[in-house]
C-alpha cells in the first residue's frame, strides 16, 4: 500500500489490462444473476443496435475498482468509488474478447490520510467510464 505521505497529487497508478471473454461473460451471468440477453446472444444484442454482445457495466465497473484495490492493498481502504458508464464494452466471439485498460491519477490529497482518484477506463481509443472517482484512505 503506498502511504499518504509518499503521493503527491500527479502521481500515477500504474495502468493495469483485463481481458474480457465471452466465457467471462457467461460466468458473470451466473454469479451475479443478471441473464439479459445483450450479455450473452449476440443476434438480439446487434437487433436493439449495439455493436455486438456487451459487458455487463458492473462487470467493467468491478474490474476499474479491482485496478484501485490492487494499488491501494486493502480493498477495505476504498471509502468511495463511483463512475459513470459512457460506452458498452464490446465483446468479441473469438479467443481475444476486449481488452479493458485503466489508469489512475492521484487528483487530491484530502486530511485524514485520503486521496482522490481520478479514473480512466478504455478499450481501444474508447472511454468506457467517464467521471470515475475513488476515494483511498492510506496509511
Known sequence: MPR???VEVGTELPARTFTITRADLVRYCGASGDFNV???????AKAVGLP???SHGMMTMAQTGRAVTDWAGDPGAVRSYSVRFSRPVAVADDD???TLTVSGTVEE???GGRV??????TVGDSKVLTAAKAV????
Do not use: P
Open 38 to 44: 445483450i450479455h450473452w446472444n449476440e443476434r438480439i
Open 109 to 111: 490529497k484530502l486530511d
Open 136 to 139: 483511498v484512505q492510506l496509511s
Open 116 to 121: 482522490v482518484l481520478g479514473l480512466t477506463a
Open 96 to 98: 481475444e474478447g476486449a
Open 4 to 6: 499518504y505521505d509518499e
Open 52 to 54: 455486438d454482445v456487451i
